[in-house]
């Protein structure tokens, strides 16, 4: 079998082909991470009720937690974690108060939500903002850039990677180190995220994993986030409370005999 001759690159390729794609990449993902940045909408303000909801499930979590070596004696904790399970019990700290007599709450509606709404509504907006310019970035290189041998790869490969890094280049024999114009721009795509790192910081947005999911080479399903049920929730930690009271340790239990025979007195 003859030799393959070697493949020597035109300077002007470098100049005009790989440099171009490579800069143009760069720029769009600092572009794209600032357009997101201005894109972003401020957190909204929940209302007082909302509020007093999730710290009282929070309040609850805590004392649980808390329970095999708390700073609480078992009197006090007892009475906490009974009152906590009476409120939870009637819906005292219910966003929309009590549940009337007879009448079950209904699931809350994620559409109805304010907050759930904006949330899908940023998500929308920043994988489009994700996708526009990588469908537009790659239709260029298809279009000017078609069938260009870029850059060799300084290190050695097996053949396993000659359909990924020769990309629209239908050659059996050309060596698998070649990278052609469309691969290379797969290569940036997920390669520059080091780089953004450095040139905007550690808040970078655009990492390898949201473009991948707003890319478009994979289809952008939008969910709308499942508000959740503190009716459900509270009644859940009812239980929790009840098991918690067994586990309760009080830190202060013969502290004193404890000193003593730390100290070398007893």
Do not use: C
Request: hydrophobic letters at 45%; a positive charge.
């Amino acid at each position: 079998m003859a030799s393959v001759p070697p493949l020597y690159l035109d300077p002007q390729i470098r100049d005009w082909v790989l440099f171009p794609i490579t800069i143009v990449m760069i720029l769009v993902g600092v572009l794209r991470h600032y357009v997101v940045v201005l894109l972003q909408s401020h957190p909204t303000k929940l209302p007082r009720a909302a509020i007093r909801e999730q710290r009282a499930l929070v309040r609850s979590n805590v004392l649980r937690a808390t329970s095999a070596n708390s700073l609480i004696p078992f009197s006090f904790y007892q009475a906490i974690s009974q009152n906590l399970s009476k409120a939870f019990a009637e819906g005292t700290y219910l966003k929309d108060g009590p549940p009337k007599q007879g009448e079950s709450p209904a699931p809350p509606n994620p559409l109805s939500d304010p907050a759930a709404m904006d949330g899908m509504m940023a998500g929308m907006r920043t994988q489009m903002v994700m996708m526009v310019p990588q469908m537009i970035v790659m239709g260029w290189i298809n279009f000017f850039f078609e069938g260009f041998v870029v850059i060799k790869l300084p290190f050695p490969l097996t053949l396993g990677f000659k359909s990924m890094l020769q990309r629209g280049v239908q050659t059996a024999d050309m060596d698998v180190r070649w990278v052609s114009s469309l691969s290379w721009y797969f290569l940036n795509f997920f390669g520059l995220n080091g780089l953004y790192r450095i040139i905007l910081g550690g808040d970078e947005v655009g990492d390898a994993a949201q473009n991948l999911a707003a890319s478009p080479f994979a289809v952008a399903t939008p969910q709308v986030g499942q508000p959740q049920d503190f009716n459900k929730l509270l009644k859940a930690e009812r239980d929790n409370l009840e098991f918690a009271e067994g586990l309760h340790k009080w830190i202060g239990d013969d502290v004193e005999t404890r000193i003593l025979k730390k100290y070398g007195r007893l």
